[in-house]
């Protein structure tokens, strides 16, 4: 011990150069706070590496994908037995419709174009008819049977009609023609307004209606017939 230093003043520059150091008068050597955190955040960034590099994509990623696939089927159980639900109201309104087709039918009778075409001729000059007794305000210019160009699944039978009418007269060809059964159907109207127009007994009158249009029916499919032609 050099001189001047007493055993007290060297006792206690010991014991500060210790506790600097991290050492206890126990002789156990104890970390600072800071460097205790740096370790607890050392170990926590581990153990994420850890989870994403190993557990998240062995086992909560597959976990995820499962109840998503588990998620779809109980959705698509919970819309098929809501359908099963209402198949009793289905087979009743499916019953409807096939006793309205049946007293409505949306094809012609007929086994052939031609044929089809001739009661096309027919209903036309009978809703004329009904529409104006002896043709005095409504009569048939012409009405030329159509070669149907275009293919479609089903034949069609296509009359070209050109009358003079009177607009209520008019009317009333047209509802008879759309609402009657079999359904027939008018395309291409074209109506002009005549100052004057000629009944059949050459009386003029006036207010009446140049009207062109096309009129045409779907013929039933036979079995080999034009309908599977067409497809």
């Not at 557990?55 to 994908?65: E, K, Y």
């Not at 009418?165 to 009317?171: D, H, N, Y």
Request: a positive charge; glycine letters at 6%.
């Amino acid at each position: 011990m050099s001189a001047g230093m007493t055993p007290g003043s060297a006792s206690g520059m010991t014991s500060l150069g210790m506790t600097s150091l991290g050492v206890t008068s126990s002789g156990v050597t104890s970390i600072p706070h800071r460097e205790r955190w740096l370790a607890l955040g050392l170990l926590a960034a581990v153990l994420l590496l850890a989870y994403f590099l190993l557990l998240h994509s062995w086992w909560t990623v597959p976990m995820l994908d499962l109840q998503t696939r588990i998620d779809d089927l109980q959705e698509r159980d919970a819309r098929a037995r809501a359908t099963l639900a209402q198949a009793p109201e289905i087979r009743k309104r499916l019953t409807a419709v096939r006793e309205e087709a049946a007293r409505v039918p949306g094809f012609m009778r007929e086994a052939s174009t031609e044929l089809a075409t001739a009661s096309l001729i027919q209903r036309l000059e009978t809703a004329v008819q009904e529409a104006s007794p002896k043709n005095r305000s409504c009569a048939i210019q012409t009405r030329s049977p159509m070669t149907e160009p275009r293919k479609e699944r089903f034949a069609r039978a296509v009359v070209q009609v050109r009358l003079r009418c009177g607009t209520p007269e008019l009317a009333m060809v047209l509802h008879s023609l759309e609402s009657g059964s079999p359904r027939l159907f008018v395309d291409n109207l074209n109506a002009t307004a005549q100052r004057f127009y000629f009944t059949p007994d050459q009386a003029p009158s006036s207010g009446g209606l140049d009207v062109s249009f096309d009129l045409y029916g779907y013929v039933a499919p036979t079995a080999g017939g034009n309908a599977d032609a067409r497809r």
